[in-house]
T-cell receptor
Framework: AAGVIQSPRHLIKEKRETATLKCYPIPRHDTVYWYQQGPGQDPQFLISFYEKMQSDKGSIPDRFSAQQFSDYHSELNMSSLELGDSALYFC???????????????FGPGTRLTVL | AQKVTQAQTEISVVEKEDVTLDCVYETRDTTYYLFWYKQPPSGELVFLIRRNSFDEQNEISGRYSWNFQKSTSSFNFTITASQVVDSAVYFCALSEEGSSNTGKLIFGQGTTLQVKP
């Protein structure tokens, strides 16, 4: 079965640079979530999109932005990178079955971002 | 406010032992969903189970079983006859349903399970 695809898998950037992470959800999934997992931490929700509209926002820095495109893939744009942005970034996708019902989120392999 | 607590930071067992990972949650919603995910050393998050708040039936899947008790707000995970391949970090997570539901997951701190041969 097709899974969530994330690219790149690894990314090394210098401070103050920008980075773009891409996520391709499971086919026919309409919802995408982004999470950030620091070393030894649990994943923290950043932002989500449903049918190409932002549906929720968590502890996402103003330096970060994201969008979901017409083909449902999503991109997380990160600017003015800081050392503290070094983390594993997960994208997850789900299919909203009924209004309000929570479906299972399937996670991609993650993008490991290292800021030097 | 919603919260998930996994009080066991690390557990170490010897292969073939049974082990239970605890998860306690807090929520004000009457309808919510609980999940367990496994994160092996390779880093990916693997979905194990999803349970809604109206389904208190315990579930067994091979060597894995889950005990959901609303009375104690707990959703514990037991691995029977543990194997070295079970070594991983296990996360319990909560998502609430409601008019403002967006499905975001609130994770516990995770429990690192080490199974020694």
């Amino acid at each position: 079965a097709a899974g969530v695809i994330q690219s790149p898998r690894h990314l090394i950037k210098e401070k103050r640079e920008t980075a773009t992470l891409k996520c391709y959800p499971i086919p026919r999934h309409d919802t995408v979530y982004w999470y950030q997992q620091g070393p030894g931490q649990d994943p923290q929700f950043l932002i989500s999109f449903y049918e190409k509209m932002q549906s929720d926002k968590g502890s996402i820095p103003d330096r970060f932005s994201a969008q979901q495109f017409s083909d449902y893939h999503s991109e997380l744009n990160m600017s003015s990178l800081e050392l503290g942005d070094s983390a594993l970034y997960f994208c997850a996708s789900s299919s909203r079955q009924l209004a309000g019902e929570v479906d299972t989120q399937y996670f991609g392999p993650g993008t490991r971002l290292t800021v030097l | 406010a919603q919260k998930v607590t996994q009080a066991q930071t690390e557990i170490s067992v010897v292969e073939k032992e049974d082990v239970t990972l605890d998860c306690v949650y807090e929520t004000r919603d009457t309808t919510y969903y609980l999940f367990w995910y496994k994160q092996p050393p390779s880093g990916e998050l693997v979905f194990l189970i999803r349970r809604n708040s109206f389904d208190e039936q315990n579930e067994i899947s091979g060597r894995y079983s889950w005990n959901f008790q609303k009375s104690t707000s707990s959703f514990n995970f037991t691995i029977t006859a543990s194997q070295v391949v079970d070594s991983a970090v296990y996360f319990c997570a909560l998502s609430e349903e409601g008019s403002s539901n967006t499905g975001k997951l609130i994770f516990g701190q995770g429990t690192t399970l080490q199974v020694k041969p």
